[in-house]
């Protein structure tokens, strides 16, 4: 593949624009009720009309990104705003929390046990406020971001499975999430919110959840950042940690922090050295740190959006540092993802894979699969190889 920036930033926007949204703006829209239909086929046909709301506002997040990205086009504020709408409307409870899923009509179908439905909100409706200038969206915005605030240390809140006190854990989601989506949501915050909270994410995730002996990113920690010899507290997810370590290299990259960003990608490169499948190629779903059997039964299969961040972790690391080994790793991920999960008939990417690397679900969106790790990793690889290539002329 040598480095050919161009080559690849070309794949990478092509593939964005003509394969990947096509099929979502063709397949996934509820013009009808409002909001968008995710539990796709191969082909894109609907086979259920729930609605869950990580996925539906991660499409308004993905569309109005792209609007506020590349163009701000009619018909991608048009989607949208069919989702913004349709989730103002019929997303939140009294208390303004937001919902796990809802009938194809906006009737509540799942309580509000996921502290994720409201980081995805506050994701959305800031991008969407941006897109859109509706004032509105901003005040949206700003309800779901401080309840993300408020509910940070008991996330679940009334609906916690786990009985108080007995084992006190934190999980790497948290802080994860809300680094990014404070990134996300800068143009709304005031300075001060913006660089504590910044500041404090990366700090939690570079302390308590990285093991520095070990060079890896646990799940689960206790609160004060020490490991627990359980299931939950020996739990490697590789995908996640990859994902974290991106979303801190972008914002240590505001700063010019090198220190930082060359930290984030020996990270990366920790995990992959541990997650690769020597024998069938890809990254498994989920490890646990001392060998022992993980508790999930599907730890061997290979996810889009693990192989997808690790796309993006590797574009970004080597753009920032360039550093060989993300560049030989990138061409290895590259080789694995590009063969495995890209539907050359049917377009978009396939989302599960055995661990042979079959199509193991041919869906192309379900309940946990919408319009968003393929869209944004196309979008911001483009990005990073469009950035390498003009160093590269330069």
Same mark, same amino acid.
């Given at each position: 593949m040598g480095h050919n920036f161009s080559a690849l930033a070309a794949l990478y926007k092509n593939t964005l624009l003509n394969n990947v949204l096509p099929f979502w703006e063709t397949h996934s829209l509820d013009w009808e009720q409002g909001g968008y239909f995710t539990c796709l086929n191969r082909e894109g046909q609907v086979y259920d009309t729930d609605k869950f709301i990580w996925l539906q506002n991660r499409q308004v997040w993905t569309f109005s990104m792209l609007c506020n990205q590349l163009e701000n086009r009619e018909n991608w504020l048009k989607i949208a705003s069919n989702g913004a709408k349709f989730l103002a409307k019929h997303g939140r409870d009294a208390e303004g929390n937001w919902y796990f899923a809802l009938t194809c009509t906006g009737q509540p179908l799942v309580q509000?046990?996921? /502290?994720?439905?409201?980081?995805?909100? $506050?994701?959305?409706?800031?991008?969407?406020? +941006?897109?859109?200038?509706?004032?509105?969206?901003?005040?949206?915005?700003? &309800?779901?971001?401080? @309840?993300?605030? #408020? %509910? *940070?240390?008991?996330?679940?809140?009334?609906?916690?499975?786990?009985?108080?006190?007995?084992?006190?854990?934190?999980?790497? $989601?948290?802080?994860? /999430?809300?680094? @990014?989506?404070?990134?996300?949501?800068?143009?709304?915050?005031?300075?001060?919110?913006?660089?504590?909270?910044?500041?404090?994410?990366?700090?939690?995730?570079?302390?308590?959840?990285?093991? &520095?002996? %070990?060079?890896?990113?646990?799940?689960?920690?206790?609160?004060?950042?020490?490991?627990?010899?359980?299931?939950?507290?020996r739990l490697i997810n590789p995908g996640h940690g990859i994902e974290a370590m991106w979303f801190i290299m972008d914002i240590a990259n505001r700063k010019n922090d090198s220190k930082t960003i060359n930290q984030a990608v020996d990270v990366v490169l920790n995990i992959l050295n541990v997650a690769w499948d020597d024998e069938y190629g890809g990254l498994y779903y989920f490890m646990d740190a001392d060998g022992h059997p993980p508790q999930q039964l599907e730890w061997d299969q290979k996810l889009w959006w693990v192989h997808l961040e690790t796309l993006v972790a590797l574009a970004m690391g080597y753009r920032l540092t360039g550093r060989g080994e993300?560049?030989?790793?990138? &061409? *290895?991920?590259?080789?694995?993802?590009?063969?495995?999960?890209?539907?050359?008939?049917?377009?978009?990417?396939?989302?599960?894979? @055995? #661990?042979?690397?079959?199509? +193991?679900? @041919? +869906?192309?969106?379900?309940?946990?699969?919408g319009c968003f790790h393929v869209p944004r990793a196309m979008y911001l690889c483009w990005q990073q190889f469009e950035m390498l290539r003009v160093l590269n002329d330069y």
């Open positions: 509000p046990y996921n /502290i994720f439905s409201d980081c995805f909100a $506050a994701m959305a409706f800031s991008q969407y406020a +941006l897109a859109s200038g509706e004032e509105w969206a901003k005040d949206v915005a700003m &309800q779901a971001y401080n @309840n993300v605030l #408020r %509910r *940070k240390d008991n996330p679940k809140g009334k609906y916690t499975k786990t009985y108080p006190g007995t084992r006190p854990m934190k999980a790497l $989601a948290v802080p994860m /999430i809300l680094a @990014n989506l404070t990134l996300e949501m800068a143009w709304l915050l005031p300075e001060e919110t913006l660089e504590s909270v910044l500041a404090a994410t990366v700090e939690e995730v570079m302390t308590d959840f990285l093991d &520095q002996e %070990r060079g890896l990113m646990y799940e689960n920690v206790t609160p004060d950042g020490s490991h627990i010899d359980c299931f939950d507290g993300c560049w030989e790793w990138y &061409q *290895k991920m590259h080789d694995y993802s590009w063969t495995h999960f890209a539907d050359s008939e049917y377009g978009e990417w396939f989302g599960y894979l @055995n #661990r042979r690397g079959e199509v +193991l679900l @041919n +869906l192309k969106g379900g309940k946990w699969k």
